[in-house]
């Protein structure tokens, strides 16, 4: 017995009328005739009562109609999830991510995946910018934002945006009113406490900050160190110090913490495992390339 021959017996069963279910299924009325006597056999009793006027179901052939439709519901259901599954239409991609777009284009790309592949699930991971190499290598992410290239071999990056560095001060700083800086005015703070990632670190933000200092004329007098973002906006909207941030943090405590900008620029960029043929990966990396990042500035 095969699926052919219940589909046949399925539109027998609704039909109960072997010509018009013959026209129905496009083939003859004989051969149609010889599966059902096929399936018959096969099971060992009678699935329809017949008679040169009538085709009526057995007992047994309505109970095998109402169980066959219900297997073949789930079997077409099934089939048509793998095939969403081998598109990419339904599946899942582990995303790492900086908290510097937490709520800047993080959100509104999450909402273009979602809107336009609504079965695709994003498992959200935030990711330290050193670890983001070694996650990928070991697949416990699939993709992951960066503000730098990718060093491994195996992995490729994609430039996204490039944005300002900002001085960030809290909302009562003498500093709070001003719209933008130069570097050389950085120089004017030189004696206050700052709240920054560790600046001995060899990450590219690390580098780009060591960068900013030195053009600026000074070493800064660091009050406190975290390399998680959000932690140093929280020490600033309280006053422990200043600090210097990309300008996509901006969409955090807007009230408590002012963003004043300056020259330098920062990149974010996209990096994956070369080859990697998940196809949720590759879906999301079209709705990246479609996606405008200037918005989240």
Known sequence: MNLQQIQYFLALADELHFWKTSEKVFITQSALSRHIKSMEQELGFDLFERDKRNVKLTPAGEFLRDQYAKLL??????????????????????????????????????????????????????????????????????????????????????????????????????????????????????????????????????????AIFEVAGFDPIIHLESDFGVALLGMVAKGLGISVMPISYSHHLKHEVHFIKMPPTSDLLVLWRQGDTNPALQIFLQVIAGFDFTLGR
Not at 86 to 105: K, L
Not at 130 to 152: M, Y
Not at 162 to 182: D, P
Not at 184 to 208: C, I, M, N, W
């Open 73 to 210: 519901a789930d079997y077409e259901s099934v089939t048509r999830r793998a095939s969403l599954i081998a598109s990419g239409e339904v599946g899942a991609i582990r995303i790492g991510f900086p908290a510097s777009i937490t709520f800047s284009v993080l959100p509104d790309l999450l909402l273009a995946l979602h809107q336009q592949h609504p079965h695709i699930v994003a498992q959200m991971i935030e990711v330290d910018a050193n670890d983001v190499d070694p996650f990928l290598q070991s697949h416990r992410i699939d993709i992951a934002f960066n503000r730098e290239t990718a060093k491994a071999k195996e992995l490729t990056s994609r430039h996204l945006m490039t944005e300002n560095f900002a001085l960030v001060v809290s909302a009562q700083h003498r500093f709070a009113g001003k719209k933008g800086l130069k570097l050389e005015d950085l120089y004017k703070l030189r004696h206050e406490e700052f709240v920054l990632p560790s600046l001995t670190g060899k990450s590219e933000h690390a580098s780009q900050l060591r």
